[in-house]
C-alpha cells in the first residue's frame, strides 16, 4: 500500500512547485530523538514529522563539524570544493572573527529557488562567515534573522567570558545586500527560540497569503552548548539541561509546523529535517547522543556523521516509511531544485542527486543513489601533522 501511495503521489507531482522548509539542529546526534530509541529524552513534534513521512536511517552529513556540513547543504558540493573544509587537515569552521565565509561566486539553495519565483528566509544560525559580503542576504536569502555563528562564539548570559576576538552574541536582522541591523547584543538566549518561532511563521504566513513559493531555512541554535532555554523547559525533561534545551527545540518546530497548518500551505510544503552534525560528545552531558554509533562531532565516524533524517510532504510522501536508502544532506539542495523546475548548476560539479525516487516511493531499500559517499576529515595536505609529509583528508 505504502508503495502504490508512493506512486501515485509522484504522478501527481507534475505541475507543482512545493515551498521548501528546512529544518536544521545544530550537534544534534543520532541518537537523540525518542523516535530513534532514546531512553529518557522525549521528542514528540519531531517524532509526529516522522511519522507523517519517511524517517532515514542512512542519512549522512557531508562534514564532522559546523560550517563545512552547512555550506555543502547550501550548495549541494562537497564542502572540498567550496573551500569550506577549514585551514586543518582535519577540518574547522569559521569563528566569530573570521575573515573568510562561503565564497560568493557559489550558487546556493535561495539563489537558484530566487531565480525560479520563490521569496527566501533564512532564520537562525548562519555559520558561513560573519561578514556582510558573506550572510545569507547575499547569497540569495531576501531576509535574515538570526545569529551569525554559534552560540558559544560571544559571551552571554549562558556562557559568559571576556575576549577581544569575540564580542558580545549579537542577534541580527538583514534584509538587504550591505545592510545589518543589530537587534541585541548580547542577545538574551532565554528569548532565543520564541523569536525564530514568531519569524518563522510570520514568514510562512505571508508567503502563502501571497500564492508564491518560498523557502525557509531555519537552522536552530539547539543543541549546540550552552545548553539553553527558556525559563519554561528549565528542569522540565529526565535528560537535564541538554534533554531541556532539546525539549524547546522540538516545542519550536511544532510551534512552527502549526504555523504551516493554519497558513493553509501545508499540504504543499516538502519539509526536511536534519541536523550539521554529530553530537559534541568531550562536552559529556552537555552534548548529545550518537545512539550505537561511535565517534561524534569532529570525528567522521558514524556518530560524526550519520545524522537523523526525515522528509515529509503531506498527500505527496506517503507516511510512514523508514528508509534505508543513503542519502546525504547535500540531496536537499538537487531535489529542491528539481521540484522547483530549477536548473542545476552547469559550470561547476554538483554532489547532491535528486531524491524524488526515495521521497515519491520509485525506489527501495537496497537502490541507491549515491554509489559511494566520500566523507574529508579536513583539507587534503594543508598543514599536515608533524613526522607526515602528506595527509589525505579523505
Known sequence: LVALLGVCAADSLEGSRPNILILFADDLGYGDLSSNGHPTTVTPNIDRLAHSGIRFTQWYSAFHVCSPSRGSMMTGRLPIRTGTSGAQWYGGVFNGDAVGGLPENETTIAEALKDAGYLTKAVGKWHLGQQTKFLPTNHGFDEYYGIPYSDDMGASAWDYYESVDRPPLPLVRSQSKGHVEIIEQPTDLNLLSDRYVEESVKFIKSSASKTVPFLLYMAFNHVHVPDFANPKWCNKTKRGRF???????????????????????????????????????????????????????????????????????????APGQVSQTVVATYDIFATSLALAGAKLPTDRIVDGKDMSPVLFGGTKDDDTLHDCIFIYKGTPDLKCPVGHDTCPGL
Open 243 to 317: 534533554g531541556d534545551a532539546l525539549g524547546e527545540l522540538d516545542d519550536s518546530i511544532g510551534k512552527i509546523l502549526q504555523g504551516l497548518k493554519e497558513s493553509g500551505a501545508e499540504e504543499n510544503t516538502l519539509v526536511f529535517f536534519t541536523s550539521d552534525n554529530g553530537p559534541w560528545l568531550i562536552k559529556g552531558l552537555a552534548g548529545g547522543s550518537a545512539g550505537l554509533f561511535r565517534g561524534g562531532k569532529q570525528t567522521t565516524w558514524e556518530g560524526g556523521v550519520r545524522m537523523p533524517g526525515i522528509a515529509s510532504w503531506p498527500g505527496k510522501i
